[in-house]
T-cell receptor
Framework: GAGVSQSPSNKVTEKGKDVELRCDPISGHTALYWYRQSLGQGLEFLIYFQGNSAPDKSGLPSDRFSAERTGGSVSTLTIQRTQQEDSAVYLC??????????FGSGTRLTVV | AQSVTQLGSHVSVSEGALVLLRCNYSSSVPPYLFWYVQYPNQGLQLLLKYTSAATLVKGINGFEAEFKKSETSFHLTKPSAHMSDAAEYFCAVRSTSGSARQLTFGSGTQLTVLP
């Protein structure tokens, strides 16, 4: 596709359940980022993938959060045992070194 | 470590007036710098980027920014504000070396355009 695609666009889940958020980056983009944006807040870095290098996981807030990127393309962010404080918009971005990064429209996660 | 400071969480300008959104960065090496805009309930859209070429960067929608190394600044400007410019604007920095290649964002500036 022409842009970064994220699914689902909205997700409501019960506290304690696991959720998976998907990101389809632009074809050929070697870099992929996940960010979290809470209501009225800025962007919180979660994880960064670059090609075949080991991901930078330094932004993951707890061990309930994990992410993988299969075949250098699609990425999945998994949140286990969701908590209410996990409610936020999760944004994915992809790009190439030295270029701008294109963001998806995000997944709005609501934990009830 | 790299960081970004955006001065002014809220800026209001009159339609037709100059827009100036301030961004200062901290980076141990010459960085890449970006401005993004976010309209309500939408993702982030790239306005412009600095990647060590020309220091004056022109972007979309009439915006431009100037990289000033001596001031560690990358302020965003537009000569004449339109109502459609009302949105939140984020400045971001990315290191060009080392292991930390994450994009670090400022806390954002909400721009209001008054009729």
């Amino acid at each position: 596709g022409a842009g970064v695609s994220q699914s689902p666009s909205n997700k409501v889940t019960e506290k304690g359940k696991d959720v998976e958020l998907r990101c389809d980056p632009i074809s050929g983009h070697t870099a992929l980022y996940w960010y979290r944006q809470s209501l009225g807040q800025g962007l919180e870095f979660l994880i960064y993938f670059q090609g075949n290098s080991a991901p930078d996981k330094s932004g993951l807030p707890s061990d309930r959060f994990s992410a993988e990127r299969t075949g250098g393309s699609v990425s999945t962010l998994t949140i286990q045992r969701t908590q209410q404080e996990d409610s936020a918009v999760y944004l994915c971005a992809s790009g190439r070194e030295g270029e701008g990064y294109t963001f998806g429209s995000g997944t709005r996660l609501t934990v009830v | 470590a790299q960081s970004v400071t955006q001065l002014g969480s809220h800026v209001s300008v009159s339609e037709g007036a100059l827009v100036l959104l301030r961004c200062n960065y901290s980076s141990s090496v010459p960085p890449y710098l970006f401005w993004y805009v976010q309209y309500p309930n939408q993702g982030l859209q790239l306005l412009l980027k600095y990647t060590s070429a020309a220091t004056l960067v022109k972007g979309i929608n009439g915006f431009e920014a100037e990289f000033k190394k001596s001031e560690t600044s990358f302020h965003l400007t537009k000569p004449s504000a339109h109502m459609s410019d009302a949105a939140e604007y984020f400045c971001a920095v990315r290191s060009t070396s080392g292991s930390a290649r994450q994009l670090t964002f400022g806390s954002g500036t909400q721009l209001t355009v008054l009729p």
